[in-house]
């Protein structure tokens, strides 16, 4: 045995070694093969993404192009003096008075001349928007001179028959399973054949505010208090965020209270946005009594929530100018107040700027902390100042998806294209200044 072991310590000892570039090579293609598959799984999960990024973006466009155009229907119109102006005063609060109802009722019934029974006469009424009133209001304050004239004035139809053509509800379904009855279909069918409806770009839905109606809704009301918020937020973060990153870059001792501050605020980053709503609705509305529902609340609230953000980023954009700048502007005989005013912040500046569109952005797709606030309530009249009661764009869009209306997943589909289109342009705006004013050392 021992020979055996022996015989074979002489074979190992009589056999060359193995050069280093042998192991290498004799593992190479299994290295390459390796580095092949992780290339490919990289790839495969780019792909996925965008993917599904697509799929996403081509069913809300599917689901909410839509709401860009609005039905109307012709109707011949007799702008009764007897209705609009009884005491023959054609005053802006006696045309405000008049029943414009009635005279689409009667402008309907002058059409449909067959219809007498009150159900029906209902069900005619229907076809027509409730917001068809206010039409018809604007175009006598308008011109009063069309009293006592009869005029075909296009109005807005109803969303059941907004939806019917274009093809969100089916005609063929049993008529207990459809919003529209037979006789109404038939009225619907003859305004078609005498070129009647008519589709028309939906200007309402950009300058219109929220209404239990879908074809009266519109985001203009949410899109003015996102901007009063945003206005808000960004007068309140971006001086506090740039002061503040400034004091702990360039002035702040490198003690145990300045760690401990800069650990929180990167902690202050990660907490959910929930966690400020309910900060703001203890602090803000409970102790100090601000008005619900307001921008200057949800402002200080997206303050507090982007504030983090624009530090840490304000921060990295000082920490990126070369220290010879600072030692150039020391050397002759700057302060650190004008070495920081006069050349670190002006380079700095693109830097914090990009953090700063990236805070707001993310603020504007906010919903949590605003509905904590109470920014979720029912909100008509366009806001004015930014204590007026107002909502947001995020909020406006839950708000609609949880409307039974189809029509209104139509309208929610197409505010969060809107909503999209401005978080792109913010994204494209933070890249473009990063691009343009960007020092490379």
Do not use: C
Not at 20 to 42: C, K, M, P, Q, S
């Amino acid at each position: 045995m021992s020979d055996g072991i022996g015989g074979a310590f002489r074979a190992r000892a009589s056999s060359p070694p193995r050069r280093t570039i042998d192991v290498v090579n004799a593992t190479l293609a299994r290295r390459h093969a390796a580095e092949r598959r992780f290339r490919l799984y990289g790839l495969a999960a780019i792909i996925t993404g965008l993917a599904f990024l697509a799929l996403l973006f081509v069913s809300t466009v599917a689901k909410g192009y839509g709401a860009f155009q609005q039905v109307y229907v012709a109707i011949d119109v007799f702008f009764d003096p007897e209705v609009l102006a009884p005491d023959g005063k054609r005053d802006p609060d006696t045309l405000n008075a008049a029943d414009y109802g009635a005279i689409i009722k009667r402008a309907l019934k002058a059409q449909f001349p067959d219809v007498q029974a009150r159900q029906e006469l209902r069900q005619l009424s229907a076809l027509v928007s409730t917001g068809a009133a206010f039409d018809l209001r604007d175009r006598v304050r308008g011109e009063p001179s069309v009293i006592g004239t009869t005029e075909r004035v296009w109005l807005p139809a109803d969303d059941e028959v907004d939806t019917l053509l274009k093809g969100g509800a089916d005609r063929n379904a049993p008529e207990a399973e459809r919003s529209l009855a037979d006789r109404q279909l038939a009225w619907v069918d003859r305004w078609s054949a005498e070129g009647r409806l008519e589709k028309r770009f939906n200007t309402r839905f950009f300058t219109g505010g929220d209404s239990g109606e879908p074809e009266l809704a519109g985001i203009w009301g949410a899109v003015v208090g996102s901007f009063y918020m945003l206005l808000v937020t960004l007068l309140l973060s971006f001086p506090l965020g740039v002061a503040a990153a400034v004091y702990l870059e360039e002035f702040a001792p490198k003690n145990r209270w300045t760690d401990v501050i800069e650990v929180n605020i990167n902690n202050l980053a990660a907490v959910p946005s929930i966690v400020f709503g309910l900060l703001g609705l203890a602090v803000f509305i409970n102790f100090f009594g601000l008005p619900r529902s307001a921008p200057l609340v949800g402002g200080l609230v997206l303050t507090l929530m982007t504030l983090p953000t624009i530090i840490i980023a304000s921060r990295a954009a000082l920490q990126s100018v070369p220290p010879s700048i600072r030692e150039a502007a020391l050397g002759i005989g700057a302060s650190q107040m004008q070495m920081v005013a006069h050349h670190v912040l002006p380079l700095a500046l693109p830097g914090m700027l990009t953090g700063a569109i990236i805070g707001m952005a993310r603020a504007l797709g906010e919903t949590a902390p605003l509905l904590m606030i109470g920014m979720v309530a029912f909100i008509v009249d366009i806001p004015r100042q930014i204590t007026d009661p107002a909502t947001a764009l995020p909020v406006q869009i839950y708000l609609w998806a949880d409307r039974p209306e189809r029509a209104f997943a139509e309208r929610t589909a197409a505010a969060i294209l809107v909503l999209l289109l401005f978080l792109i342009v913010m994204n494209a705006l933070a890249v473009i200044l990063r691009k343009r004013f960007e020092r490379r050392w």
